[in-house]
């Protein structure tokens, strides 16, 4: 019997502990609960701009490659490798001694068939007043005249030598054809250099103004001849490593067709870049500035989450109680999002700590710079 009564003491303990309630579990955050603290933003209403964006590259507008148009010696190099450069600033200097001479023997030419043909010229009129009393024949008159057309014409060959010597001349002196800078030496001062080498001597490079080219889908192509039938497009330009503007343009070049294997269309911006944060060859993010949509309601994008019903919103209202609402959302652009609907201008929404919270529920706003912390001591994205 004590055996079987014990039996019992067990079965009626556990009937006991099975039949009492537990304690609901916490299934999230509370109202009535102590106060949450959350970073809080403004609904604002401003225009915002429909970018397009896109990795551009970065080209000169003008590559000029330097080559010698006359042999010689190369008594000269007027800069350094790699250094700014003026248009006309001296670049180098072939010996000249050579096509100098040339040109002087030109000029000498040229002055001895001068005196030539006007003795030709008073030759041929002599005989023309002779002709005319009869003192010479026709024949000799002809001679005469002939004579004298012969000189003019040799003065004419004489002054196209004469021009061409004094080019070659010039070209022995080579200047900077363009604003830009000079690229690496190909030659040193005493090289003999030759005429049209295949290799230039050095490059120069046009960096102000400069290029930018990228690609836009061909959706946009409508969009972007209305745009710039209108106004001139801004482009901007951003480091891609750290996001910093290097730089505004404004769109200056649509390709005349589309490319049929990407379904793009080739764009160019034109940028002052007088700084020279632009440089060719490297590529950049490029932000085309193709609209603007005007006074829309935009929130911090952190402010949007996603529920059951779509997109939300914390919104807190005058005695730091939040309501929870559903809201329709437009373009997201930078760090902002476009409210189409439930959400008014000037209305104060939660940027970080939405996880603790629940419709109804008190908060102690903070400023979006400081963090809101979550449980644990670590703060609680949105």
């Given at each position: 019997m004590p055996l079987f009564t014990n039996r019992l003491l067990v079965l009626w303990a556990f009937a006991l502990l099975t039949a009492c309630p537990k304690k609901p579990e916490s299934a999230g955050p509370q109202k009535g609960g102590a106060p949450v603290p959350v970073n809080v933003g403004e609904a604002v209403k401003k225009d915002v701009p429909l970018d397009l964006r896109a990795i551009g590259n970065v080209e000169s507008i003008a590559t000029v490659e330097i080559k010698a148009q006359v042999?010689?010696?190369?008594?000269?190099?007027?800069?350094?490798?790699?250094?700014?450069?003026?248009?006309?600033?001296?670049l180098f200097s072939i010996q000249p001694k050579l096509y100098a001479t040339q040109l002087a023997q030109a000029d000498a030419n040229l002055a001895r068939d001068r005196a030539a043909a006007a003795n030709a010229l008073r030759e041929a009129n002599r005989n023309a007043e002779l002709a005319a009393k009869g003192a010479v024949s026709k024949e000799v008159l002809d001679q005469s005249i002939a004579a004298s057309d012969s000189a003019a014409a040799t003065i004419q060959a004489d002054e196209a030598l004469r021009e061409i010597a004094r080019v070659r001349l010039s070209f022995a002196t080579i200047r900077s054809p363009i604003d830009g800078r000079t690229g690496a030496l190909a030659v040193q001062r005493g090289n003999i250099i030759k005429d049209l080498a295949d290799t230039p001597m050095t490059t120069v490079k046009q960096l102000a103004p400069i290029y930018v080219t990228f690609a836009v889908p061909e959706s946009y192509l409508t969009a972007i001849r209305r745009g710039l039938a209108e106004?001139?497009?801004p482009v901007t330009t951003l480091d891609p490593q750290t996001g910093k503007p290097l730089g505004t343009g404004q769109l200056t070049f649509v390709a005349n067709s589309v490319d049929m294997t990407t379904g793009t269309i080739t764009l160019k911006g034109t940028f002052p870049n007088d700084d020279r944060a632009l440089w060719p060859g490297a590529f950049v993010d490029v932000i085309l500035q193709l609209d603007t949509e005007p006074g829309v309601t935009v929130v911090p994008a952190s402010a949007v989450t996603i529920g059951q019903r779509g997109p939300q919103i914390f919104v807190?209202?005058?005695?730091?109680?939040?309501?929870?609402?559903?809201?329709?959302?437009?373009?997201?652009?930078?760090?902002?999002?476009?409210?189409?609907?439930?959400?008014?201008?000037?209305?104060?929404?939660?940027?970080?700590?939405?996880?603790?919270?629940?419709?109804?529920?008190?908060?102690?706003p903070k400023p979006a710079a400081e963090a809101a912390p979550a449980p644990g001591g670590k703060s609680s994205g949105a």
């Open positions: 042999a010689g010696e190369l008594i000269e190099v007027g800069f350094q490798e790699g250094q700014d450069v003026k248009k006309g600033d001296l106004r001139l497009l807190v209202k005058g005695d730091n109680i939040v309501d929870l609402r559903t809201v329709t959302t437009g373009r997201t652009v930078g760090q902002e999002t476009i409210i189409k609907d439930g959400i008014q201008p000037g209305e104060r929404v939660v940027t970080n700590g939405q996880l603790r919270l629940s419709p109804g529920a008190k908060v102690v």
